[in-house]
């Protein structure tokens, strides 16, 4: 197990310790340790199949929607454990918001994409939601281009679009936490630059958590890297150090594309 | 060019027999929509001259001529929509449940198995059913309740089914977004899952309305072939004789001089209704579409 070893400001906001995960009898993560720090994009990178994507769902824990999981270890929230700190999941769900792989809007209006989550949450004062939705869009770097027509259907936007929008609605929940999972997969270079831009402006006051198969884009993107290989970290540091003097040969094959 | 590689080609023979199925399959559903415009046509045909005002809102005759089907007209509808009142909360309910709720044990399975076996029942043993039930051991006699419950039992395997088909249907990207923003299972069904499966809900209900409102084994045993002389009578307790029990009856029993007739424009009325019903079912469903998508 390697720890960043520089001076580093800024608290831990996720910890995990020594944590497996398993579905059914086949164990998909083992052994796995790592701190995530507040207002830092760490990136999750490795080969498909490595287990980063189930990774990222048990600090959410989303993958109890679909199937019996067996998490053991400890994951903690500000020093809480999440799985058995007796937090309730419907509140770590909105402390820590998920942009998925696919661009997933409800059939809804842009307006109704947005406050579906403060609706949830009892916020009914048009006023008070009118503000809310504004300043998610306003964060997500969408309200200028959809200021006019928030009453239309998410589903007619560009799928750059439709992302943005999803993070706006991840956004309006307040959260302290952003997982993204491949993120811009889907999306063509432009739509993927802008949503890198808006990943460096939202780090101000997030801390964000992201899969990508693009190793350029966990070099832009990122101040840690963790490569995955097999359910099990291989190697965790400064993104620059990952890049450029990996600890592990097996990093620096990936990395360069030997392998993976 | 690489010499390993064959030049990949097309068969003649795969073209014709493309060309071949095309038409085949064009044949048969041209044969089968003719055979239903002259099925429709013929009824529409020998009603027509009989459907004018008079005979849509002139009470019923047992013996003489002339009479109308005001009364049927009114207990079809009465009928569909008690039955469907009661149908549908236990209908959606249910395939809430077994859509979201039951787990995937053997339990669902079986609870599936029940369902679709009470949805396969033919309707002539419902209503004997019905009647042992409600008519005689409850001692309602023929009357709209028995007619209602029993009919209930005809649409709430229906509507559970569409309810729970469409409910697995939703996408799963969008109950992970409900779930993944803090709603609880509740909160997505309501606000995510069941808009999404609205427009098959929909449709599967105003199918199952279609069904009940051209059924007649079940109400003949259980809302019997009376209809009551007030109009409009609301009351649960008295015979209500149906649209398709009004034809079945009157050409069976073969009091009335124009029974012909009456069979004729009867038919008719229900054609027209379940055209107008179908219809109704595409409206909605665009509707909904253009609303929600």
């Given at each position: 197990?390697?720890?960043?070893?520089?001076?580093e400001t800024?608290?831990?906001?996720?910890?995990?310790?020594?944590?497996?995960?398993?579905?059914?009898?086949?164990?998909?993560?083992?052994g796995?340790?790592?701190?995530i720090?507040?207002?830092?994009?760490?990136?999750?990178?490795?080969?498909?199949?490595?287990?980063?994507?189930?990774?990222?769902k048990?600090?959410?824990?989303?993958?109890?929607?679909?199937?019996?999981?067996d998490?053991?270890?400890?994951?903690?929230?500000?020093?809480v454990d999440?799985y058995?700190g007796?937090?309730?999941?419907?509140?770590?769900?909105?402390?820590?918001g998920m942009?998925?792989?696919?661009?997933?809007?409800?059939?809804?209006?842009?307006y109704?994409?947005?406050?579906f989550?403060?609706?949830?949450?009892?916020?009914?004062?048009?006023?008070?939601?009118?503000?809310?939705?504004?300043?998610?869009?306003?964060?997500?770097a969408l309200?200028?281009?959809?200021?006019?027509?928030?009453?239309?259907?998410?589903?007619?936007?560009?799928?750059?679009?439709?992302?943005?929008?999803?993070?706006?609605r991840?956004l309006?929940?307040?959260?302290e936490?952003?997982?993204?999972?491949?993120?811009?997969s889907?999306?063509?270079?432009i739509a993927?630059?802008?949503?890198?831009?808006?990943?460096?402006?939202?780090?101000?006051?997030?801390?964000?958590v992201?899969?990508?198969?693009?190793?350029?884009q966990?070099?832009?993107?990122?101040?840690?890297?963790?490569?995955?290989w097999?359910?099990?970290?291989?190697e965790?540091?400064?993104?620059?150090?990952i890049?450029?003097?990996?600890?592990?040969?097996?990093?620096?094959?990936?990395?360069?594309?030997?392998?993976? | 060019?690489?010499a390993?590689v064959?030049?990949f080609?097309?068969?003649?023979?795969?073209?014709?027999v493309?060309?071949?199925?095309?038409?085949?399959?064009?044949?048969?559903?041209l044969?089968?929509?003719?055979v239903l415009?002259l099925?429709?046509?013929?009824?529409?045909?020998?009603?027509?001259?009989?459907?004018?005002?008079?005979?849509?809102?002139?009470?019923?005759e047992?013996?003489?001529a002339?009479?109308?089907?005001?009364?049927?007209?009114?207990?079809?509808?009465?009928?569909?929509?008690?039955?469907?009142g009661?149908?549908?909360?236990?209908?959606?309910?249910?395939g809430?449940?077994?859509?979201?709720?039951?787990?995937?044990?053997?339990?669902l399975?079986?609870?599936?198995?029940c369902?679709?076996?009470l949805?396969?029942?033919?309707?002539?043993?419902?209503?004997?059913?019905?009647?042992?039930v409600?008519?005689?051991?409850?001692?309602?006699?023929?009357?709209?309740?028995s007619?209602?419950?029993?009919?209930?039992?005809?649409?709430?395997?229906?509507?559970?089914?569409?309810?729970?088909?469409?409910?697995l249907?939703?996408?799963?990207?969008?109950k992970?977004?409900?779930?993944?923003?803090?709603?609880t299972?509740?909160?997505?069904?309501?606000?995510?899952?069941?808009?999404?499966?609205?427009?098959?809900?929909?449709?599967?209900?105003v199918?199952?309305?279609?069904r009940?409102?051209?059924?007649?084994?079940?109400?003949?045993?259980?809302?019997?072939?009376?209809a009551?002389?007030?109009?409009?009578?609301?009351?649960?307790?008295?015979?209500?004789?149906?649209?398709?029990v009004?034809?079945?009856?009157?050409?069976?029993?073969?009091t009335?001089?124009?029974?012909?007739?009456?069979?004729?424009?009867?038919?008719?009325?229900?054609?027209?209704?379940?055209?107008?019903?179908?219809?109704?079912?595409?409206?909605v469903?665009?509707?909904?579409?253009r609303?929600?998508?």
């Open positions: 197990m390697l720890i960043p070893t520089i001076p800024k608290p831990i906001k996720l910890s995990v310790r020594d944590m497996a995960f398993s579905y059914g009898q086949k164990k998909i993560l083992d796995l340790s790592m701190d720090h507040a207002e830092r994009v760490t990136a999750i990178i490795g080969p498909s199949g490595c287990g980063k994507s189930t990774f990222l048990c600090f959410n824990r989303i993958h109890e929607v679909a199937a019996d999981v998490v053991s270890g400890d994951i903690q929230i500000d020093g999440i058995r007796g937090i309730d999941v419907v509140d770590l769900r909105r402390r820590v942009v998925f792989q696919k661009p997933n809007p409800f059939p809804k209006s842009i109704e994409n947005v406050a989550g403060p609706r949830l949450f009892g916020v009914q004062d048009r006023a008070t939601l009118d503000g809310i939705v504004e300043d998610a869009l306003r964060k997500a309200w200028d281009e959809v200021k006019d027509r928030l009453k239309e259907s998410a589903s007619g936007m560009s799928g750059g679009q439709q992302q943005r929008l999803c993070i706006a991840a309006a929940v307040n959260p936490v952003l997982l993204m999972d491949e993120p811009c889907a999306l063509d270079p993927t630059s802008k949503i890198e831009d808006l990943i460096t402006e939202l780090k101000e006051s997030l801390t964000i992201i899969v990508t198969h693009n190793m350029q966990a070099a832009r993107v990122s101040d840690y890297t963790a490569f995955f097999l359910g099990r970290l291989v965790m540091d400064l993104t620059e150090r890049f450029t003097t990996p600890k592990v040969q097996m990093t620096e094959d990936y990395i360069t594309g030997r392998f993976g | 060019m690489n390993a064959p030049v080609r097309r068969s003649r023979t795969s073209k014709v493309d060309r071949l199925m095309r038409g085949v399959l064009w044949a048969i559903a044969a089968f929509v003719a415009i099925f429709v046509g013929a009824i529409l045909k020998q009603g027509w001259p009989v459907l004018n005002l008079g005979f849509l809102t002139k009470m019923s047992t013996l003489d002339g009479g109308g089907i005001k009364p049927q007209i009114f207990n079809s509808i009465y009928l569909v929509v008690l039955s469907l009661i149908s549908l909360p236990v209908g959606l309910g249910a809430i449940y077994m859509a979201a709720y039951a787990g995937q044990g053997r339990a399975r079986f609870l599936r198995l369902i679709e076996t949805a396969a029942t033919p309707s002539i043993v419902l209503a004997l059913f019905g009647m042992i409600f008519v005689q051991a409850m001692g309602w006699s023929f009357s709209i309740r007619g209602a419950l029993t009919l209930a039992l005809l649409n709430i395997p229906v509507i559970t089914r569409v309810t729970e088909v469409s409910l249907a939703v996408p799963r990207e969008l992970e977004a409900s779930y993944g923003l803090g709603a299972k509740l909160q997505t069904i309501l606000k995510v899952a069941l808009p999404y499966a609205a427009t098959g809900i929909l449709t599967g209900l199918l199952t309305a279609g009940a409102f051209g059924e007649s084994a079940i109400l003949v045993f259980t809302a019997g072939t009376n009551s002389a007030q109009f409009p009578d609301f009351r649960l307790t008295v015979p209500g004789e149906t649209l398709s009004h034809l079945w009856y009157v050409t069976s029993d073969g009335l001089p124009d029974a012909r007739e009456i069979a004729a424009g009867t038919a008719a009325v229900m054609i027209l209704v379940l055209l107008t019903l179908n219809l109704l079912v595409r409206l469903d665009r509707a909904i579409r609303r929600t998508r």
